[in-house]
């Protein structure tokens, strides 16, 4: 499986992007794809998750009600309005092929397939 994030940029506070993570290889098996992000001198932190067969997605409350996942295909997208600084960071998408219960969503250990990430930065 490989993963391939795009739609990253720079865009000042209050703005929207929208990020795509194509999947390719043996997608059939996938079960969840996550999306984290990791800003300088942080780590790395889940910010939501859609499971393939529901399409449902999880938010972490830091994003909640800003950010939002779907899924078309092999693709699965973050829409992430109302940008502040704060959300400057590398953003990646992972998958796994195993359920997920709980908050395991969020533990990046948990993870098989991840890819390059895109840079994101919200600047005025």
């Known amino acids: 499986v490989q993963l391939v994030e795009s739609g990253g940029g720079l865009v000042q506070p209050g703005g929207s992007l929208r990020l795509s993570c194509a999947a390719s290889g043996f997608i059939g098996d996938l079960d969840t794809i996550g999306w984290f992000r990791q800003a300088p001198g942080k780590e790395r932190e889940g910010i939501g998750c859609i499971k393939i067969s529901s399409s449902s997605p999880k938010y972490a409350d830091s994003v909640k009600g800003r950010f939002t996942i779907s899924r078309a295909n092999a693709k699965v997208y973050l829409q992430m309005n109302s940008l502040k600084p704060e959300d400057t960071a590398v953003y990646y998408c992972?998958?796994?092929?195993?359920?997920?219960?709980?908050?395991?969503?969020?533990?990046?250990?948990?993870?098989?397939?991840w890819g390059q990430g895109t840079q994101v930065t919200v600047s005025s």
């Open positions: 992972a998958a796994v092929s195993h359920p997920m219960y709980g908050y395991t969503w969020l533990r990046d250990d948990a993870y098989d397939y």
